[in-house]
């Protein structure tokens, strides 16, 4: 068992996402950086997409009920257990009685505790993901708050083991989001697109309105072409679309939407998903267009990278 | 078939570019022959009003090979793949506290409240899509006399079970939700479960009937 003495800004269980229905609109809900939630799995001798906590905000702080073995992924965080320092990135040995806290971050955002046991919680829709907008999977269908409880089986040991500095991702900003075309990227004018996606030109500000369903960006508004409509027939969504309102302000869109009805100039390369779990407010976002061969090259490159991380450790 | 490439694992195939019953029954056509042959290079589909976004797996197959696959099977395609439309009821509470936009819907329309909810049940809806939650219905098309402008600003929640319009589409909200539409009314149906397969009342092409509860 663990209980949760403080879930710091936000923490709900996530885990690798809910597929397979986003004809019926249920959006994946997935851990937002999916190669923390593997490496975390990995470290702890779980299975690839298996459960954690995402959580952001410092102050987190969870007791132990149990013997086992732990782990933070994500955000670099300094952290203690039971007084003594702790890093992330590498499994610890945990007694029951003991209390985690994270006390400061210091790259990053969201960052993942993971456990090597199986948290006894309800699979909703073939995921463990917490639904926060609808409140079903996760946790009671919600954020945890201070006094929750959770359950574990199948509760194991694993040695100490730590991924190497090199398959650590940088997290700091400034960002340097790679994209490949969106669908309506003809809607815009040709002067805001080469400023938008030229990689060193226009930079753009992460807004305050940022949570799991997307990520508002200030600045330099976009231009519609004369005759463009400003939204489009709903159709099909991806995730790390960049959508653009009426304000000419982009949203980079995440995992909880499959419907939309903004136009899209671009979507965000998928090797660099993971990283839009550690934009915070305030950071700056440049965006650099790429081709489609040359993104898909690169997510393989981030796949072979995972595989190789896993021969590691 | 128009056929787009959206990012590294979309295919967006468009079959319009308005919204319409003959493009939208493409839409479900297509839709349903992709569910009959289980295509294990899919993880999933989204049909809408003119498209179907297909999201395919990347280590199973390629943006080329997939469609080149899709384009053979296509010339395969039989009706028995092909579901007829189911038609649902669903009962509402009109205006009051349950359909609190009704004022505003009877001086934007100058309609009375009986009248709007006769041409609301007159009709017989199709699902055009669902999504922006799980299980909302975008149904189609309503009355032009009931055209309303969605609200500018959203409501930041409403009561689940409401029944809103926008535009020229109405739709129910299965789960308490933000809302930018005008809400007439509630209903009592459950539109979407989580516990139960097939979790979602309605799919695409369905049909849809509103009754006065």
Request: with cysteine; net charge neutral; hydrophobic share 40%.
């Amino acid at each position: 068992m663990i209980e949760i003495v403080n879930p710091g800004m936000m923490s709900i269980v996530v885990d690798g996402g809910r597929y397979g229905y986003m004809e019926v609109g249920v959006p994946a809900s997935p851990a937002l950086d999916g190669y923390a939630l593997r490496a975390l799995n990995r470290l702890l001798a779980n299975g690839e997409g298996a459960p954690a906590i995402e959580i952001f905000g410092v102050g987190f702080s969870l007791r132990f009920g149990m013997d086992v073995s732990c782990a933070i992924t994500g955000a670099r965080v300094m952290a203690d257990l039971s007084g003594g320092p702790l890093q992330s990135w590498m499994s610890f040995a945990v007694k029951a009685g003991d209390v985690l806290t994270v006390n400061a971050i210091e790259e990053g955002f969201r960052y993942y505790v993971g456990f090597s046991a199986a948290p006894v919680l309800d699979k909703f829709i073939g995921s463990y993901s917490t639904n926060l907008e609808c409140r079903f999977g996760g946790y009671q269908g919600r954020a945890l708050q201070k006094g929750d409880r959770i359950e574990f089986e199948n509760v194991r040991k694993v040695g100490e083991r730590k991924i190497p500095e090199n398959f650590i991702p940088r997290m700091n900003p400034p960002h340097m989001l790679r994209v490949v075309e969106g669908p309506e990227q003809d809607f815009f004018t040709e002067e805001s697109l080469s400023k938008f996606l030229s990689g060193t030109g226009r930079t753009f500000t992460v807004s305050t309105k940022l949570n799991r369903t997307g990520i508002r960006l200030d600045g330099k508004p976009l231009k519609l072409r004369a005759g463009a409509e400003e939204s489009i027939i709903s159709e099909g969504l991806l995730p790390g679309s960049i959508q653009v309102p009426a304000d000419g302000l982009p949203i980079i869109q995440l995992h909880e939407r499959t419907l939309g009805g903004y136009a899209r100039p671009a979507l965000i390369a998928k090797a660099d998903h993971d990283l839009l779990a550690h934009l915070k407010p305030g950071d700056a976002v440049t965006f650099k267009m790429i081709g489609i061969e040359e993104a898909g090259g690169l997510f393989d490159k981030k796949i072979q990278t995972a595989v190789l991380m896993n021969k590691l450790i | 078939m128009n056929v787009s490439r959206y990012g590294e694992e979309g295919i967006l195939i468009l079959f319009g570019d308005k919204i319409d019953l003959a493009i939208h029954e493409k839409v479900r056509r297509f839709y349903f022959f992709l569910k009959s042959r289980q295509f294990t290079e899919i993880t999933d589909v989204i049909p809408s009003f003119r498209s179907c976004l297909i999201v395919f797996d990347r280590s199973k197959t390629s943006y080329e090979a997939l469609i080149a696959l899709l384009k053979e099977k296509e010339s395969l395609m039989s009706p028995v793949d092909i579901p007829s439309p189911k038609t649902c009821e669903i009962p509402v509470e009109y205006g009051g506290e349950k359909g609190f936009d009704m004022p505003f819907v009877q001086s934007h329309t100058g309609l009375s409240e009986d009248e709007i909810v006769e041409i609301h049940t007159s009709a017989t809806y199709t699902v055009f899509a669902v999504g922006f939650m799980p299980g909302f219905p975008y149904l189609g098309i309503l009355d032009e006399r009931l055209y309303l402008p969605r609200l500018e600003t959203p409501r930041l929640r409403v009561p689940e079970g409401s029944v809103g319009l926008a535009q020229l589409q109405t739709g129910v909200y299965p789960f308490e939700s933000p809302a930018g539409w005008r809400i007439i009314g509630r209903t009592d149906k459950k539109l979407f479960d989580y516990r139960k397969e097939p979790y979602s009342l309605l799919q695409i092409g369905d049909r849809v009937r509103f009754v006065r509860a």
